[in-house]
């Protein structure tokens, strides 16, 4: 059964860069069927995308988020890693890694599919 | 501005049936169709459906979805207590590059 868990600080201070990884278990992170993406929930908000990954390297991240955001795959280690810089602290959330199929060759574009298997998540507080 | 809009907030008696919507402007519920999320208090989001009308395996069929135009919506039978929880509708937003969530919609049971 798969299982994804993130892992990094839960403290980060302004102006610094928050950094996360996600470790892929259950399954491989190089299967060409699944993206692999970052979604963030600050306290008692909604949900925000911020950035998903295919193994070749392939990215796609949230408009508002691209100046500051790189997410990267580690096929060997079989993680996933969220880079974002400059925080602070409207970036204080849970962030939580996903699974995303992708979507069928045959269709209109072959990008990421709905986030179907999510971590527990990992709190990150951004204060000094 | 906002591209899927929930209604914050629905109360519903226990065992009846609950109708969640969610609405995309400017055709923004395209191809990729909408996925439904429910999400209990202090756990991470569960996928209930996908491209407008897809259960994956091992949700209830109480929980259906169906899109009309630039509408989707989530049906709950059969309301349990469990069934209390935030629920969002998401997209890819071809135009911006993006996907996209609604501000969700809390599910109380009475």
């Known amino acids: 059964q798969l299982q994804l868990q993130e892992s990094g600080p839960g403290r980060v201070k302004p102006s610094e860069t928050l950094s996360l990884t996600c470790t892929v278990s259950?399954?491989?992170?190089?299967?060409?069927?699944?993206?692999w993406g970052w979604v963030r929930q600050p306290p008692g908000k909604g949900l925000e995308w911020i950035g998903t990954?295919?193994?070749?390297?392939?990215?796609y991240y949230n408009p508002s988020l691209k100046s500051r955001v790189s997410v990267s795959v580690d096929t060997p280690k079989n993680q996933f890693s969220l880079n974002l810089r400059s925080v602070t602290a409207a970036d204080t959330a849970i962030y939580y890694c996903?699974?995303?199929?992708?979507?069928?060759?045959?269709?209109?574009?072959?990008?990421?599919?709905?986030?179907?298997?999510w971590g527990q998540g990992t709190v990150v507080m951004v204060s000094s | 501005q906002a591209g899927l809009t929930q209604p914050p907030s629905v109360s519903k008696a226990l065992r009846q049936t609950a109708t969640l919507t969610c609405t995309g402007n400017?055709?923004?519920?395209?191809?990729?169709?909408t996925a439904w999320l429910q999400q209990r208090q202090g756990h991470p989001p569960k996928l209930l459906s996908y491209?407008?009308?897809n259960r994956p395996s091992g949700i209830s069929e109480r929980f259906s979805a169906s899109r009309s135009g630039n509408t989707a919506s989530l049906t709950i039978t059969g309301l349990q207590p469990e069934d209390e929880a935030d629920y969002y509708c998401?997209?890819?937003?071809?135009?911006?590059?993006?996907?996209?969530f609604g501000g969700g919609t809390k599910l109380t049971v009475l």
């Open positions: 491209r407008n009308n």
């Open positions: 996903a699974r995303q199929p992708r979507n069928p060759p045959d269709d209109y574009w072959s990008g990421p599919d709905a986030f179907d298997i």
């Open positions: 990954v295919y193994y070749t390297g392939t990215t």
């Open positions: 400017n055709n923004l519920i395209g191809n990729q169709g």
């Open positions: 998401s997209t890819w937003d071809s135009s911006l590059g993006s996907w996209v």
């Open positions: 259950g399954g491989s992170i190089s299967s060409s069927t699944y993206y």
